[in-house]
């Protein structure tokens, strides 16, 4: 599990908020990463979840690149996630071939009642191919994502008959160590995201 108090580290990062709710703060700061570094980083929790193609796939098992960037979202949300993938795909785009061989972007559903495989699949496909695609066990989800100081809810029910999904709207990164050490805020653009990437790779 996450080192340190999840829920200190939840009440320090703010990481809880809900799709069609307020947006975070971001952008540059002027230092040169726009991310956040975690320090300490929190230790990612091995537990298996599911790809695209039903396969059990970890965080840590089965990521073995040089960096990983993970967000959690669901494919219903109606504005901060397509906002985030949208930035990830464009990330993706600005990076070479090389850089692009040693990075995994994975997008984890935290809806996964409605999030099948099959779901998730055409959603990550429409942003970028390359992009993985999660789903599983809401409880496993759960454990995962708070290991990473991400909070998971199924909230209120809607006037549409669908549900509000709370969830954290951050990009994180994993490292080689399968440790979480940095975080980007929703708004981050696609050039920041980038920089921040390629200063990590050079770095690691």
């Not at 951050?170 to 708004?187: E, F, K, S, Y």
């Amino acid at each position: 599990m996450a080192r340190g108090s999840s829920l200190a580290a939840l009440a320090l990062l703010g990481l809880l908020t809900a799709c069609g709710g307020q947006a975070g703060a971001g952008g540059g700061t002027g230092s040169e990463l726009s991310g956040t570094v975690l320090d300490p980083p929190f230790e990612v929790a091995a537990i298996p979840l599911v790809d695209t193609t039903g396969q059990s796939f970890s965080l840590t098992a089965d990521t073995d690149k040089d960096l990983t960037l993970v967000f959690f979202g669901y494919t219903n949300c109606p504005d901060i996630c397509g906002q985030v993938m949208a930035t990830l795909a464009g990330t993706l785009a600005r990076l070479d071939d090389a850089q692009k061989d040693r990075l995994d972007v994975v997008f984890v559903t935290t809806d996964p009642a409605r999030d099948t495989e099959a779901v998730v699949d055409d959603y990550v496909s429409a942003f970028d191919p390359s992009i993985i695609g999660l789903t599983g066990d809401l409880d496993d989800i759960v454990g995962v994502a708070r290991s990473m100081a991400v909070a998971v809810d199924q909230g209120k029910k809607l006037p549409s008959g669908g549900y509000e999904v709370t969830h954290g709207t951050r990009v994180l990164a994993i490292d080689g160590a399968d440790d979480t050490t940095m975080m980007w805020d929703q708004d981050v653009s696609q050039a920041q995201l980038a920089h921040d990437v390629t200063v990590l790779l050079d770095e690691g």
